[in-house]
């Protein structure tokens, strides 16, 4: 599924730790979402895009930037990792206001 | 409050069997309606979009009924395969907005 990459796929963090998530889509859209997933709830938006150097928080914002320099990445940033931000990211692409195509997401742990 | 619930939880079937999994919310304004197929270690995989006017929309085997007046939507699955054993998330968008409200998900296993 060329869709929507999602890089890493899994990474261990330690508490205080930075790091980016990279989301790549190749269908050309315009609209792009960050989602965290955790056990017993359903998915949460975390932030959101609908074009290029646009950017708009969502439901779950605190702790997270991002950024969309281009129009086919849309990067997530932890600035200082924290435990409760394990979780299973997600990002999602689409034409138009809800979410079409997901990643196959990244598997994050923090220490 | 917006909300999405799903039922049942979890439900195991025999393959070929058919099931039906329900959706409530409570979302307004009400935009549209989706239902995922979400496979384990994998990102949910579209499988049904449905608005206000649409009472029926089927792909596949899988088909979706949409009761705006009740705010119910059911999922049904015929003849069920071992590939469809994944959980199955009901999502409802707020008209005007961005949100969409996420159900937590029908985990269904299909056994041979």
């Known amino acids: 599924n060329a869709g929507v990459t999602q890089t890493p796929k899994f990474r261990v963090l330690k508490t205080g730790q930075s790091m980016t998530l990279l989301c790549a889509q190749d269908m050309n859209h315009e609209y792009m979402y960050w989602y965290r997933q955790d056990p017993g709830m359903g998915l949460r938006l975390i932030h959101y895009?609908?074009?290029?150097?646009?950017?708009a928080k969502g439901e779950v914002p605190d702790g997270y930037n991002v950024s969309r320099l281009k129009k086919q990445n849309f990067l997530l940033g932890l600035e200082s990792a924290a435990p409760s931000q394990t979780s299973v990211y997600f990002c999602?692409?689409?034409?138009?206001?809800?979410?079409?195509?997901f990643g196959d997401g990244t598997r994050l742990s923090i220490l | 409050k917006n909300q999405v619930e799903q039922s049942p939880q979890s439900l195991i079937i025999l393959e070929g069997k058919n099931c039906t999994l329900q959706?409530?919310?409570?979302?307004?304004?009400?935009?549209?309606l989706r239902w995922y197929k979400q496979d384990t270690g994998r990102g949910p995989v579209s499988l049904t979009i449905?608005?206000?006017?649409?009472n029926t929309k089927s792909n596949g085997r899988y088909t979706a009924t949409l009761d705006a007046d009740t705010k119910q939507s059911s999922l049904h699955i015929t003849a069920s395969q071992l590939s469809d054993s994944a959980s199955y998330i009901c999502?409802?968008?707020?008209?005007?907005?961005?949100?969409?409200?996420f159900g937590t998900g029908t985990r269904l296993k299909v056994l041979a």
């Open positions: 449905m608005t206000f006017s649409e």
């Open positions: 959706c409530n919310y409570t979302v307004s304004p009400f935009s549209n």
């Open positions: 895009s609908v074009g290029e150097g646009t950017t």
């Open positions: 999602a692409s689409s034409y138009s206001v809800l979410p079409q195509h």
């Open positions: 999502v409802v968008s707020v008209r005007g907005t961005y949100k969409y409200i």
